[in-house]
């Protein structure tokens, strides 16, 4: 079963058009990375998912309409978004008591194991725990949940290297396994690309590049491409062309291994510069700056 | 790592109320001036009355001065402090309304609140549940430890002084006053709910100054309607929906002609079956439902602000 399934999703603020017509479809099992610049709609798509907000089109999450099964819903899927979700007032006892209160499938002992390795006192209110203690309490709250779906939008925002790193440590070693599904939005594009089995760009509310990491191995190649090969490897119409190191790095989809091996060395390309030069090519296309820092 | 088995089993056997349950008590954990205003008005009113038990003049004991009028001006600090705390209990009760669902918006943790399988309806149901049961029976319980209170320190002191335990014990109505606090509480809260579902209402569906606009659009109203007809229709509505109750829940001239002290009010004088009678408790209590149900799909619609 499709854990996400989204056709023709669309939702507009006024006059901005957040999402214009967006085809996901997440199978059980998988990690996708969901990427794009500032108000792309990476938020956007996430919160229809989690049924925060009404939509236009066709969207069913494990196999329920979001927006009216909300509570429903949210017994199978967690969502962890940037830190400052928690209320402040909250106690890290009262957290507890609270989601072992009211949810059927929280098992508070593995929090408890969770927050024992932390410094993380019980009695201490939200307010007075760091960014990072604050994230990890969040984590070990979702992590006791034995969930479906985990949505995770921007969840290592503002937290420095070791946090961000233990974050998707922990995830993975002691989280993630076969049935469960992870979809993550992050500007970290580079900490996550290990972790992920599909990867989706979206830009200006439309899916740019959708698919799995094997088959953005398979279709994408970046070549350092010897200077006198140049001429000849612009021939095979690169999507991207960057300087490094005063040599020329081109970027091909779709243009075989074989054939790209004689003009230089060829590696797949990191997530980061594939969305660089799809991105680019976007704005360039729509002649419009891209809005904000793209990572 | 994964044994769903037994979870799913408790999932089966989570009763529908344990969420409500527990949204309730995060509300407690979230708003304590819930509890530590109307404490705090019970220490002082104590504090209050300690202080005029020492100063007064021994001689002035409870000798009976005019015998009818004894009930009265014995019940008079008892009531006064239940006055206080049902005032304190009020105001309370308008900010704690107005914020209720304008904060989690605010502070953005709607979104953890709705990452839990907690429905909007559960959610309003909770908050609602404070000005309409939480309170007034928090409230009720405090006047009475209070009351109770002060009746110990009143035997206390006469016996210090020699006299009087028996006549207070005869004389002082506590038992009825609580029954007609109870009442009251009751009847207040059913007429007051148009008001707390109309400032629920307002926290939410405003992105700010959820105060002003819960006061202005009335007042508006009103001066509208003064301005264009020369009419106060609908001032006196608001007039009606504030002080309304009392002559529908209480008969206001006693028996013998002359008007109910509001210290103390005999236990003869309330009138439920009128109150419950009247079409403005219904109609009132309507427009409650109606505000708590927008309330309810606001909240379904409202992001963070």
């Known amino acids: 079963?499709?854990?996400?399934?989204?056709?023709?999703?669309?939702?507009?603020?006024?006059?901005?058009?957040a999402l214009d017509g967006v085809d996901m479809r997440v199978e059980e099992g998988r990690i996708l990375g969901l990427i794009g610049p500032n108000g792309a709609g990476k938020s956007t798509a996430l919160h229809a998912i989690l049924g925060l907000i009404p939509y236009q089109g066709e969207l069913k999450v494990l196999g329920r309409d979001p927006w009216s099964e909300r509570d429903q819903l949210m017994r199978d899927v967690c969502f962890i978004a940037d830190v400052a979700v928690l209320p402040r007032w909250l106690r890290v006892s009262q957290a507890l008591d609270f989601v072992a209160g009211v949810h059927p499938r929280f098992v508070r002992e593995k929090a408890e194991a969770f927050l024992a390795r932390t410094t993380i006192k019980r009695a201490s209110k939200v307010r007075e725990l760091s960014k990072g203690m604050v994230t990890q309490l969040h984590l070990a709250l979702v992590m006791a949940i034995d969930a479906k779906l985990l949505v995770l939008d921007e969840p290592t925002l503002g937290l420095d290297l070791l946090y961000r790193k233990q974050f998707y440590d922990s995830l993975l070693n002691e989280y993630f396994d076969s049935t469960r599904t992870i979809v993550v939005t992050t500007h970290q594009v580079e900490e996550v690309q290990h972790v992920l089995t599909?990867?989706?760009?979206?830009?200006?509310?439309?899916?740019?590049?959708?698919?799995?990491?094997?088959?953005?191995?398979?279709?994408?190649?970046?070549?350092?491409?010897?200077?006198?090969?140049?001429?000849?490897?612009?021939?095979?119409?690169?999507?991207?062309?960057?300087?490094?190191?005063g040599r020329s790095v081109l970027l091909f989809d779709a243009v075989d291994r074989q054939q790209l091996a004689p003009l230089g060395e060829v590696r797949t390309p990191s997530i980061a510069d594939l969305f660089v030069a799809l991105m680019g090519e976007a704005s360039n296309t729509n002649n419009v700056a891209p809005k904000g820092a793209a990572l | 790592m994964n044994t769903p088995s037994p979870q799913l089993i408790v999932a089966g056997a989570m009763p529908a109320t344990r969420p409500l349950f527990w949204s309730v008590r995060r509300e407690l954990w979230e708003n304590r001036?819930?509890?530590?205003?109307?404490?705090?008005?019970?220490?002082?009113?104590?504090?209050?009355?300690?202080?005029?038990?020492?100063?007064?003049?021994?001689?002035?004991?409870?000798?009976?001065?005019?015998?009818?009028?004894?009930?009265?001006?014995?019940?008079?600090?008892?009531?006064?402090?239940?006055?206080?705390?049902?005032?304190?209990?009020?105001?309370?009760?308008?900010?704690?309304?107005?914020?209720?669902?304008?904060?989690?918006?605010?502070?953005?943790?709607?979104?953890?609140?709705?990452?839990?399988?907690?429905?909007?309806?559960?959610?309003?149901?909770?908050?609602?549940?404070?000005?309409?049961?939480?309170?007034?029976?928090?409230?009720?319980?405090?006047?009475?430890a209070v009351q109770l209170t002060m009746l110990l320190l009143s035997v206390a002191a006469l016996l210090m002084r020699g006299g009087g335990v028996a006549t207070l014990w005869s004389h002082l109505p506590l038992f009825q006053l609580q029954a007609v606090l109870l009442y009251s509480l009751a009847v207040i809260t059913l007429w007051y709910a148009p008001i707390y579902g109309w400032l629920l209402l307002i926290s939410a569906w405003a992105r700010r100054t959820t105060f002003l606009w819960a006061v202005l659009p009335p007042l508006a109203i009103s001066l509208v309607e003064l301005i264009a007809f020369h009419t106060a229709h609908f001032g006196l509505l608001l007039k009606e929906r504030f002080i309304g109750f009392a002559p529908k829940a209480f008969a206001l001239r006693?028996?013998?002609?002359?008007?109910?002290?509001?210290?103390?009010?005999?236990?003869?004088?309330?009138?439920?079956?009128?109150?419950?009678?009247?079409?403005?408790?219904?109609?009132?209590?309507?427009?409650?439902?109606?505000?708590?149900?927008?309330?309810?799909?606001?909240?379904?619609?409202?992001?963070?602000?």
């Not at chain 1, 079963?1 to 058009?17: I, P, Q, W």
């Not at chain 2, 309003?124 to 049961?133: I, R, T």
């Open chain 1, 1 to 17: 079963m499709n854990v996400v399934e989204a056709r023709g999703l669309r939702k507009s603020f006024g006059k901005t058009v």
């Open chain 2, 33 to 144: 001036s819930l509890y530590i205003a109307p404490l705090s008005v019970a220490a002082l009113a104590l504090f209050g009355f300690l202080l005029a038990l020492i100063k007064r003049p021994k001689d002035e004991g409870l000798a009976p001065i005019n015998p009818s009028f004894q009930p009265t001006a014995l019940a008079m600090p008892y009531s006064h402090a239940a006055m206080l705390l049902v005032l304190t209990a009020f105001i309370v009760v308008i900010f704690y309304c107005l914020d209720a669902l304008y904060g989690e918006r605010r502070d953005r943790s709607i979104l953890f609140w709705k990452s839990l399988p907690v429905s909007d309806l559960t959610t309003v149901l909770a908050k609602a549940g404070v000005p309409l049961a939480i309170l007034p029976l928090t409230v009720f319980a405090i006047t009475v």
């Open chain 1, 198 to 245: 599909d990867v989706m760009f979206i830009n200006r509310g439309r899916i740019v590049l959708d698919c799995s990491m094997e088959a953005c191995e398979a279709r994408f190649h970046e070549v350092m491409v010897h200077p006198e090969q140049v001429s000849a490897a612009r021939a095979l119409k690169p999507m991207n062309e960057r300087q490094l190191f």
């Open chain 2, 254 to 305: 006693m028996p013998d002609g002359s008007f109910i002290d509001p210290h103390f009010i005999p236990i003869t004088q309330i009138t439920p079956g009128r109150f419950l009678g009247s079409p403005g408790l219904w109609i009132g209590l309507v427009f409650a439902a109606a505000c708590l149900a927008a309330a309810v799909r606001l909240r379904q619609y409202r992001e963070p602000i």
